[in-house]
């Protein structure tokens, strides 16, 4: 028997077209189109059309509460772009961007699988087009200015170095740098201060660009963003620092959307990346609007679980660029059905009829709760080879009790082949004209009842707890005149609560804000919960371990 090859050996097999050609399929002229090199280029924002927007067709792709590898919502979004080209529609895949955190920590990489990927698959998953880089930059330029106006007398805000919320980020996985010092070493290195850094993708300048129409608009946002305090109690934004300009100069090139193509050719757009337990977990208005003028349906993600990404997308996102999804698709597996229902992790790949009725409750909720803003999801079960009959017919039966179709999804191993079945039943979704997408709250509501919304209409609780300092939070935020900004909740991907060892449907919980960020510059109010960190840590074995590259530059183990 053949062994199924890598997702990398698939990538580097394929007979990929010229990007020029990739961008004939959209009627866009090679005039449009910023080459970098043969097989990726930037699009200018002027192909963007309001009017077409309207006309065609977003499909949000969201999942069950994962295992810690993910359940393959890339895979499945890109395989269903496939699936709707093959069945004769003009379909367009829009996604993020991968971080090099997770590449080289957990995943390994994140640009789809098996016979279901973007490529140039190597490049996508390591430094792309630069966009990450340079929101980086754009990012410690604001630190930098930070510090160089406590450093000196002459132009000086009179910045409190104790109230700085702003930090330092960089696009890997370094649990060291969490909580840091700087400024020792004397008077000439600047003011000591308590500092730290977060990941690329939990930067506010990445939720920025992620919710930026346009360019004066990004510039705005960037203005907007929240430094601190005076040393009398007055807010300092980075417009005080008059750092959005030179901000916005390092980001000219990363807010312009990134043209790939799939395995069988079919167009991708694949920008920005901000992670969904931590922000608002999908790519950006830009791109997402670049698709729908483009084509005639948009297939996008949103990451993690429904209770996350799905509910960031439809209430920030949606709400924000005046985006309608069509239809959503909800991606399942039955290794993590297994899961949910108490198998341990040896024991994702044996079938259990049982475990798998126990834990069609999280699947439930999460097709419930689709339901609550207007949508009727189609559920794709990912396949994998260890699924049975038996689990599959459940699964089929269970939704169909709910008024939704369970298609089994086979992109992983058949490409859009594999995945006709699910295009079809997405388009009569569509077609049908019965989702009509409503959001879960009114923007203007109170932030407490907000948030209470999303606890117990989404992850089922019976209420909110708020510490001290999150009570202390929310009146600086209400002080600020931020209370009208939407909700970016902060929460554990691994279950509806706050607590990640809680699987499945639980009942009778409550969940605990710790403490509130705000990103002002976004526009969104942030509740943490639990134990929420914006700076991951490798695992104990990073995926950096079992990649190589050769003298020829091939390199191995990305997937």
Not at 342 to 352: M, R, V
Request: hydrophobic fraction near 40%.
């Amino acid at each position: 028997m053949a062994t199924f090859p890598s997702d990398i050996e698939i990538a580097q097999a394929a007979k990929l077209q010229h990007i020029r050609e990739i961008a004939k399929k959209l009627n866009i002229t090679e005039d449009d189109l910023d080459m970098y090199g043969k097989f990726k280029a930037k699009l200018p924002l002027s192909l963007i059309d309001p009017k077409k927007i309207a006309q065609h067709n977003l499909v949000l792709v969201t999942a069950l509460t994962p295992t810690p590898a993910g359940e393959g919502k890339t895979t499945t979004s890109i395989g269903l772009t496939e699936g709707l080209n093959k069945i004769g529609k003009k379909a367009t895949v829009v996604l993020r961007e991968p971080s090099l955190g997770p590449v080289f920590g957990i995943k390994g990489g994140a640009a789809g699988g098996g016979y279901a990927q973007v490529v140039p698959m190597e490049d996508i998953n390591l430094h792309f087009t630069g966009d990450f880089s340079a929101i980086e930059k754009a990012n410690n330029l604001l630190s930098a200015l930070i510090d160089n106006n406590i450093q000196n007398k002459t132009n000086n805000l009179g910045i409190d170095p104790r109230t700085i919320k702003w930090k330092r980020v960089m696009d890997m996985n370094d649990r060291s740098l969490r909580d840091i010092v700087i400024g020792l070493g004397g008077t000439g290195n600047g003011v000591p201060r308590q500092d730290g850094f977060n990941i690329t993708p939990a930067s506010e300048v990445m939720a920025i660009l992620c919710m930026s129409e346009n360019f004066e608009d990004l510039k705005n946002r960037l203005g907007n963003i929240y430094v601190g305090t005076t040393h009398d109690k007055k807010p300092v934004y980075a417009r005080d620092l008059k750092a959005e300009n030179a901000m916005a100069i390092l980001l000219k090139d990363a807010i312009r959307p990134n043209l790939v193509q799939t395995l069988e050719g079919n167009p991708a757009i694949i920008h920005g990346g901000p992670f969904a337990n931590i922000a608002q977990g999908t790519n950006t208005i830009l791109a997402t609007k670049m698709g729908l003028t483009l084509s005639d349906y948009v297939v996008t993600e949103a990451g993690f679980g429904a209770d996350l990404g799905a509910e960031k997308f439809l209430d920030i996102k949606c709400v924000s660029g005046g985006l309608k999804p069509k239809a959503a698709v909800l991606v399942a597996t039955i290794r993590a059905l297994r899961h949910h229902g108490g198998a341990l992790k040896e024991e994702y790949n044996t079938a259990s009829v049982e475990r798998v009725s126990k834990g069609l409750g999280n699947l439930e909720k999460h097709i419930e709760n689709m339901q609550k803003f207007g949508l009727n999801p189609v559920v794709a079960i990912n396949a994998f080879p260890s699924d049975t009959d038996e689990e599959v017919k459940l699964i089929q039966e269970r939704c169909a009790a709910k008024g939704v179709k369970a298609i089994v999804a086979r992109g992983f191993a058949k490409g859009g082949e594999g995945m006709t079945d699910l295009a079809t039943a997405v388009v009569a979704e569509v077609e049908a004209g019965k989702n009509n997408f409503k959001p879960l709250y009114d923007w203007k509501s109170p932030v407490k009842t907000k948030i209470e919304t999303i606890a117990k209409e989404i992850y089922g609780a019976d209420g909110v707890e708020y510490s001290q300092q999150a009570i202390s939070d929310l009146k600086k935020i209400e002080e600020l005149g931020l209370s009208g900004l939407p909700i970016c909740m902060a929460k554990t991907q691994k279950s509806f609560t706050d607590n990640e060892k809680i699987l499945g449907r639980p009942t009778g919980f409550t969940v605990s804000i710790r403490e509130f960020e705000f990103a002002a510059g976004a526009g969104f109010i942030i509740p943490i919960l639990g134990a929420m960190m914006r700076m991951p840590g490798l695992p104990v074995n990073p995926a950096s371990e079992g990649m190589t590259i050769d003298n020829n530059g091939v390199i191995s183990g990305l997937s």
